[in-house]
């Protein structure tokens, strides 16, 4: 396959892409508490702002260009010809499909915080809303990050900026969940990824990323052992992937209000870590490395086994929220299946799965925030006819829930059709007999609530005078989420366009 060298654009704009979320966040924590109107209206212009920015380039990107900003150079290059280590943005079409989805989804994210943490009356909306954009300043760090050690850096501010998130409510269980996030986090993140990133620049003199995904950084002659041991670091290290077994945090964090949770599932965290993943996989170590020493099948039966397991333990909970969890566990491994493929449309079901589940599951938490503040109920088997005081959230919930489980129109079928078109392609035809299993394990665990909602009978005795709908501007965002899913499944092209550029 002939290689075509983007243009570089050397612009200030990565910059000003990575400043605007700071800046809302200093913002927000400087006049947050004198204001709440203020501390709000910081945080959507700032979405907005960020938005607009990011969106900016993907024309140019489009077509063969890469942006490129460095902002500071930390050691010299220690070989003739490779750069050193350094602190620098980039962005190509791989980054702009996260910088897209972390900045859009912010924006609906800001106006239900508004009416969740209002309608709750709760505390420290100032701490929430500062940390809240400094996640966002994280996540767009990462995805434009020109090369490994720029990632690294921004990865574990990910951890840091969300730990006062998740342990928001300051009571035992938010301590104990919060502490398990930031030991899961931070050790794998030291313990695995620190040193390969080591071995990786002492092997290749350079940490930075290529700009194709068939010659990874790895791809001189270097010992079998050595790329598969680093094969296995990235995989684990990057624990915000949630495979198993380094899930435990995740379902741990749902302790959380609910927009942290749609932000931890949808927007920021756990996109960060199928981001590093793919990132990782196709640009240290390349296409062409890992079929030459067949890394990318093994993991994909490896992670197929995260996808069932994952949906088994989701169809044991009750606690909505808890199901969530573990969908999301195992629907990022989707994500990592599809890429580990090595099939053109593998690689491109894995990407654009990353855009199909952020719109989804954050509908999905939507939802559920929504649902708590207008009844108090969080359990499953308490929302039996719901549905019919709460036709919107629950209509919403149903048709993101469709996407998860890969129906038609939906943006999950996209998703679905590709990894099964790519499955085929790679001859791995076990992993169809996965994707079919997950499926049914989907419509088994989704289904039953929507039903119940709009068909199941209230509890003999329940009053529901006055139940109603949540407010407007909780409801708003996610009926917006929704209807976006069913437009990129029926239109995906904003995104597969950028999925494209990719693969080349």
Avoid at 47 to 67: E, I, P
Wanted: charged share 10%.
């Amino acid at each position: 396959m002939e290689i075509i060298e983007p243009t570089i654009i050397h612009s200030s704009i990565l910059l000003w892409a990575l400043l605007i979320p700071l800046v809302g966040a200093l913002g927000v924590f400087t006049f947050g508490k004198e204001s709440p109107n203020f501390r709000e209206g910081c945080s959507v212009l700032a979405a907005v702002g960020l938005f607009l920015t990011v969106l900016s380039m993907k024309d140019a990107v489009l077509a063969g260009n890469m942006y490129q900003w460095q902002m500071f150079d930390i050691l010299p290059g220690v070989i003739p010809g490779k750069s050193g280590l350094s602190l620098t943005l980039r962005a190509d079409a791989f980054s702009l499909i996260f910088a897209l989805i972390a900045s859009g989804l912010w924006i609906a994210a800001a106006f239900y915080s508004m009416g969740y943490m209002r309608g709750l009356n709760e505390h420290a909306q100032t701490r929430f809303n500062t940390c809240f954009a400094l996640a966002i300043f994280g996540a767009i760090g990462v995805a434009f990050s020109d090369n490994l050690f720029t990632m690294y850096l921004f990865y574990e501010f990910v951890s840091i900026s969300t730990y006062p998130l998740v342990a928001h409510h300051q009571d035992e269980e938010a301590w104990e969940g919060a502490k398990k996030y930031i030991v899961y986090l931070t050790t794998t993140a030291k313990g695995l990824l620190l040193p390969a990133m080591i071995l990786i620049y002492v092997i290749t003199g350079t940490l930075d990323f290529p700009t194709n995904i068939y010659q990874g950084m790895l791809g001189g002659e270097v010992e079998s052992w050595l790329v598969i041991m680093l094969f296995i670091f990235c995989l684990f290290g990057f624990a915000k992937n949630g495979v198993m077994p380094f899930h435990h945090w995740l379902p741990g964090a749902m302790v959380a209000p609910t927009p942290v949770s749609a932000l931890l599932h949808a927007v920021a965290v756990v996109k960060v870590g199928v981001f590093c993943t793919a990132r990782g996989f196709l640009y240290i170590f390349g296409v062409d490395l890992m079929t030459k020493l067949n890394l990318g099948i093994p993991t994909a039966y490896f992670v197929g086994f995260t996808i069932l397991m994952a949906s088994a333990i989701a169809l044991t909970k009750d606690n909505l929220k808890a199901r969530l969890a573990y969908s999301t566990v195992s629907q990022l491994s989707y994500i990592i299946l599809g890429v580990c493929l090595l099939t053109p449309n593998g690689i491109s079901g894995g990407l654009i799965h990353i855009a199909n589940h952020a719109f989804s599951k954050i509908t999905l938490f939507f939802c559920a925030g929504a649902i708590y503040v207008a009844t108090h109920k969080k359990y499953i088997s308490e929302m039996s006819g719901l549905g019919r005081v709460m036709p919107w959230t629950f209509g919403a919930f149903g048709v993101a829930s469709l996407s998860m489980i890969g129906a038609p129109p939906v943006a999950g079928f996209v998703t679905k059709w590709k990894l099964l078109v790519g499955t085929i392609e790679s001859g791995a035809l076990g992993i169809i007999l996965i994707l079919l299993a997950s499926t049914l394990l989907n419509v088994a665990y989704f289904a039953p609530i929507t039903y119940k909602a709009f068909f199941g009978k209230r509890p003999e005795g329940v009053v529901d005078a006055g139940l109603k709908e949540a407010p407007l501007a909780m409801v708003i965002p996610l009926c917006l989420t929704s209807a976006i899913s069913v437009y990129i499944g029926i239109n995906p092209d904003f995104f597969m366009d950028l999925v494209k550029a990719v693969i080349g």
